[in-house]
């Protein structure tokens, strides 16, 4: 599929793909990631060791929009941790793009991300967006469809199995393995609790467990944290 996706990302003038789902519906129940995309395996590590999920303004904006929100870097405050991910994506040709906001009551809350080397939106590249925003958001709700049923819904392994953990995801781990629920955690680490939930489901997709007590488990067995 992804040859053919990323053939039609081509012909709507973007040079990118990537979209992401939780398996769960709400934030109370345990739930793993998958992510898919077309981008350099090497931005794709860098994002996630990073944690730029944490600050990148297409994630916590999108769920926010009811259509597809059309980005640059100038489009959100210039603070010093907005440039340093914005000139670290810009080095894998992420500069502008379409990030699409989806919503699944079966599902956890999923985005479409078509990214640009382009690295300002101008009037021309706006109105061209107008005339195809309804095919992008055609698209979005294709793949969506498409991958919760073909994959997800057959419980297949996510992507990312196997992978490292990052940094952050091993402090949720370690925080979780002494009792604190993801609101706790979340006040301990600074963050949002929404967040807090991104990285269990995601570490429990690189570990490929079913909750947070098989992945407190499986890292005491493996010596990545104390009993």
């Given at each position: 599929m992804g040859t053919a996706?990323?053939?039609?990302?081509?012909?709507?003038?973007?040079?990118?793909?990537?979209?992401?789902?939780?398996?769960a519906p709400t934030p109370t129940q345990e739930s793993r990631s998958y992510v898919w995309t077309n981008l350099p395996l090497e931005w794709v590590r860098h994002y996630d060791q990073k944690s730029y999920v944490e600050i990148?303004?297409?994630?916590t904006d999108a769920i926010t929009h009811t259509t597809p929100m059309l980005w640059d870097r100038f489009a959100f405050p210039n603070t010093k941790r907005l440039r340093t991910f914005f000139d670290d994506a810009a080095k894998f040709g992420v500069c502008s793009g379409v990030a699409v906001g989806l919503r699944d009551p079966q599902r956890a809350l999923a985005g479409f991300y078509l990214g640009s080397a382009r690295l300002r939106i101008d009037d021309a590249e706006r109105a061209r967006f107008f005339g195809i925003q309804g095919d992008i958001l055609l698209l979005a709700h294709f793949v969506?469809?498409?991958?919760?049923?073909?994959?997800?819904?057959?419980?297949?392994p996510a992507p990312s199995m196997g992978a490292a953990l990052s940094p952050r995801e091993n402090e949720c781990l370690q925080l979780?393995?002494?009792?604190?629920?993801?609101?706790?955690?979340?006040?301990?680490?600074?963050?949002?609790?929404?967040?807090?939930h991104f990285?269990?489901?995601?570490?429990?997709?690189?570990?490929?467990?079913?909750?947070?007590?098989?992945?407190?488990?499986?890292?005491?067995?493996?010596?990545?944290?104390s009993a």
């Open positions: 996706l990323a053939e039609v990302v081509r012909h709507l003038g973007f040079d990118t793909f990537t979209y992401g789902c939780g398996t990148d303004p297409r994630v969506h469809a498409l991958l919760t049923t073909n994959v997800m819904g057959r419980g297949l979780a393995a002494k009792g604190l629920s993801s609101r706790q955690i979340a006040t301990m680490l600074g963050i949002g609790e929404r967040t807090v990285h269990i489901s995601n570490l429990l997709s690189k570990l490929g467990v079913a909750n947070r007590h098989e992945a407190i488990a499986r890292a005491v067995a493996a010596g990545f944290i």
